[in-house]
Antibody, heavy 121, light 110 residues
Framework: QVQLQESGPRLVKSSETLALTCTVSGASIRNEYWNWIRQPPGKGLEWVGY???????KYTPSLKGRVTISVDTSKNQFSLKLSSVTAADTALYYC???????????????WGRGTLVSVSS | QSVLIQPPSASGTPGQRVTISCSGS????????VNWYQHLPGTAPRLLIY???QRPSWVPDRFSGSKSGTSASLAISGLQSEDAADYHC???????????FGGGTKVTVL
């Protein structure tokens, strides 16, 4: 059974860097693609980006320049770093696995339960 | 910016059929397939429908999806109390060069 678990600080100060890790169990991180998705309070889901174990990444344009997703195959984990955070980055952050749909790697078949990260001034 | 438009809410009584719409554009639904996710707050979202109308093995056949042009819909037949959740549509988008989600529809079972 594939399981994903987010971990990291729940409170980050404005202008600092948000850092989260997703630990994958029941599947190898060398297969498929691995994503971060977030949901600000009261709003819809927003795709942040994905990574392949080879290091290939794709990010949503609105966060480019601030976001980095990396992978650690030895620990079967992948991570998110978001720099220069503001209150607008307060959200539930989910990690998810995606597989190829025929378009791109956009079918999220397994998700973590999410972790709420708040940005304080 | 491209957006996928969903109604904020939908409701029905047990046993009824509920349909949720998702309106897109040529940059997403015009070229790509739509996926649907079910989310109960506090839990992990789960894949409900992929490639417009395909169900993962864990999804009952009460759930069905369709797409026509730049619109898609999710239907829940024989509504049950455990179907009360948020439902999100999503698709790849050329303008974003990434995945675009709808705003989500909250389904209430009356």
């Amino acid at each position: 059974q594939v399981q994903l678990q987010e971990s990291g600080p729940r409170l980050v100060k404005s202008s600092e860097t948000l850092a989260l890790t997703c630990t994958v169990s029941g599947a190898s991180i060398r297969n498929e693609y691995w994503n971060w998705i977030r949901q600000p309070p009261g709003k819809g889901l927003e795709w942040v980006g994905y990574i392949h174990f080879t290091g290939s990444t794709k990010y949503t344009p609105s966060l480019k320049g601030r976001v980095t997703i990396s992978v650690d195959t030895s620990k079967n984990q992948f991570s998110l770093k978001l720099s220069s955070v503001t209150a607008a980055d307060t959200a539930l952050y989910y990690c998810a696995r995606s597989r190829y749909s025929g378009n791109d790697y956009d079918v999220f078949d397994y998700w973590g339960r999410g972790t709420l990260v708040s940005v304080s001034s | 910016q491209s957006v996928l438009i969903q109604p904020p809410s939908a409701s029905g009584t047990p046993g009824q059929r509920v349909t949720i719409s998702c309106s897109g554009s040529t940059s997403n639904f015009g070229s790509y397939t739509v996926n649907w996710y079910q989310h109960l707050p506090g839990t992990a979202p789960r894949l409900l429908i992929y490639n417009n109308n395909q169900r993962p093995s864990w999804v009952p056949d009460r759930f069905s999806g369709s797409k026509s042009g730049t619109s898609a819909s999710l239907a829940i037949s024989g509504l049950q109390s455990e179907d009360a959740a948020d439902y999100h549509c999503a698709a790849w988008d050329d303008s974003l060069n990434g995945v675009l989600f709808g705003g989500g529809t909250k389904v209430t079972v009356l």
